[in-house]
Nanobody, 127 residues
Framework: QVQLVESGGGSVQSGGSLRLSCAISGNIGRIYVMAWFRQAPGEEREGVSSIDSDGDTRYIDSVKGRFTISLDNAKNTLYLQMNSLKSEDTAVYYC?????????????????????WGKGTQVTISS
């Protein structure tokens, strides 16, 4: 059973940076897809970025060039480096593990194939 625990959220001013971490316990396998999602108040949860075991990545347009997803296999930790933060990035951020046999780095951003979710970490950007 895979368990995910996010950390690194907080409050920063617009233009600042944060790095989110997601500690992974359990076995995600050698072939995997991992992703970050976020949910702003009153809005649906949306996929933000994903990565697979080949190192391929995907980002939604609104974060391209500002966010970087990575996974440290030695530390069993997924990261999301967030730079040039904007007020519209304010949300609870969740990491997710998905079945690579059922989804792709594109489809996972709709939630497809996700079998484990973290509880989330709050990110608040003030202007």
């Amino acid at each position: 059973q895979v368990q995910l625990v996010e950390s690194g959220g907080g409050s920063v001013q617009s233009g600042g940076s944060l790095r989110l971490s997601c500690a992974i316990s359990g076995n995600i396998g050698r072939i995997y897809v991992m992703a970050w999602f976020r949910q702003a108040p009153g809005e649906e949860r949306e996929g933000v970025s994903s990565i697979d075991s080949d190192g391929d990545t995907r980002y939604i347009d609104s974060v391209k060039g500002r966010f970087t997803i990575s996974l440290d296999n030695a530390k069993n930790t997924l990261y999301l480096q967030m730079n040039s933060l904007k007020s519209e990035d304010t949300a609870v951020y969740y990491c997710a593990a998905a079945d690579a046999h059922l989804t792709t780095i594109g489809r996972v951003l709709t939630g497809h194939g996700v079998y484990s979710w973290g509880k989330g970490t709050q990110v608040t950007i003030s202007s």
